[in-house]
């Protein structure tokens, strides 16, 4: 047993720290590791993909395997045994390694520790040591080899295979903080950097009871699969730009993870400008909200599908009038302000007469045939059939708000 000692761990200690100090990886730390005490060992990142291992194929445990040949595991895996056993969360809710002897890990005992830099989960060690008698010792192991791959995941010598780059990870933090960068134009330089390219969409989604290693998990699966994603997660959402924007591409990929995980999911409408930002931001965030409220779980919520529910469901302060607007009524305020026309005031109160001609050419005014006509170019204008009940109860709702909320002033939507 002098392999495993007091003594034995002190050396292997001192060595590490020096091998650090003169730039050693995280393979050569794994590897070394390995070769001193000739316990199997494996770091994957917070998706439990392959980062790396060292150890004896033979006695490594089948999820282990399916890591190592696969670079990650299977879904059923993940679910059935990590999230719903339970051991996910008791890895995540101690700072020091655990003794794992259960679900997926019960014929295989081993220790396990997550690492943490600045709060975020970034991956996990685990040491496979059978014997019953070597617990103290791998735990202690493992202990030091979460510091070590936590200085080393700072380093510039380590980067996770799947991770976002340093340029992607400062635009993501500024994109989305639109209180201290409100002007896309300050973030051309990263946005020309990546090649960030319409059609644009933003989504926000979290896990129903704000399980962060679930989030985590979740992240490390988008990042993996989407060249085309900015991220970024705060108060426990995961905040999501999509660009160069496939539509298949964003029902497969992105409604599976939110249905499989039991996720709250709320999509803005999709865009072409990043300088309208904002705006589709806090349309997200509408649509996530109301998801939760109603708790609409398992799907995407879509903020033009929602609107009458985040209208009736949200409080007037949460919410600007830009974000609320839809694109058609917007085209209408922007033609009447190009054209010194009242198109918006005469389907206003269209809608208030419901919908009879007779009734809103009297209140207008207006000869007959100048409502008819009138009414044409807003359908024109709009792409709406505004006859239609369901489109004539959104109108009438999104301009009921309009006047709640003393919204009257045409600049707002110039050169919109």
């Not at 989030?215 to 060249?227: N, P, Q, Y």
Request: charged share 25%; proline share 3%; glycine share 4%.
């Amino acid at each position: 047993m002098a392999r495993y000692s007091e003594k034995s761990l002190t050396q292997y200690t001192n060595q590490m720290i020096e091998n650090i100090a003169k730039g050693s990886t995280i393979e050569e730390l794994i590897d070394y590791t390995y070769q001193t005490f000739r316990l199997p060992l494996i770091v994957a990142d917070p998706g439990y993909r392959w980062i790396t291992s060292a150890g004896d194929q033979k006695v490594t445990d089948p999820f282990w395997q399916q890591i190592i040949e696969h670079g990650e595991p299977t879904d059923h895996t993940i679910m059935a045994y990590y999230i719903e056993d339970g051991l996910m969360q008791a890895i995540t809710g101690s700072r020091q390694a655990i003794n794992i002897n259960w679900g997926v890990c019960k014929d295989y005992p081993q220790t396990s520790g997550p690492i943490y830099i600045d709060d975020n989960l970034e991956g996990f060690v685990s040491v496979l040591f059978m014997e019953e008698k070597l617990l103290r010792f791998s735990l202690r192991l493992n202990d030091l080899l979460c510091r070590f791959c936590t200085i080393l995941m700072r380093s510039k010598n380590f980067r996770l295979k799947h991770a976002i780059n340093p340029v992607k990870e400062l635009l993501a933090q500024k994109f989305f903080d639109t209180a201290n960068y409100p002007q896309i134009n300050k973030l051309t330089e990263y946005v020309d950097t990546l090649r960030l390219t319409p059609q644009y969409c933003i989504v926000v989604l979290a896990e129903k009871n704000q399980e962060e290693q679930i989030l985590s998990h979740i992240k490390s699966r988008i990042v993996k699969d989407g060249s085309n994603v900015l991220f970024l997660v705060k108060k426990h959402r995961l905040y999501i730009l999509f660009h160069h924007l496939q539509l298949v591409e964003f029902e497969e990929n992105l409604l599976s993870i939110v249905h499989q995980y039991n996720l709250y999911c709320g999509a803005s409408d999709v865009f072409t400008g990043l300088n309208q930002r904002r705006k589709y931001i806090q349309q997200a965030e509408l649509a996530f909200e109301t998801a939760a409220i109603l708790n609409r779980n398992r799907e995407c919520t879509y903020f033009s599908k929602s609107l009458p529910e985040i209208l009736l469901l949200q409080p007037l302060e949460k919410y600007s009038w830009e974000s609320i607007v839809p694109t058609s009524l917007r085209k209408l305020f922007s033609y009447d302000h190009a054209h010194e026309t009242e198109l918006v005031k005469t389907l206003e109160i269209y809608l208030y007469q419901r919908n009879d001609i007779n009734q809103t050419a009297k209140e207008l005014h207006i000869h007959r045939n100048t409502l008819i006509y009138r009414l044409n170019k807003i359908r024109d204008i709009t792409d709406l059939e505004i006859d239609e009940p369901e489109v004539a109860w959104i109108l009438q709702l999104v301009l009921k708000v309009r006047g709640m909320m003393g919204i009257r002033e045409k600049h707002l939507f110039e050169g919109k």
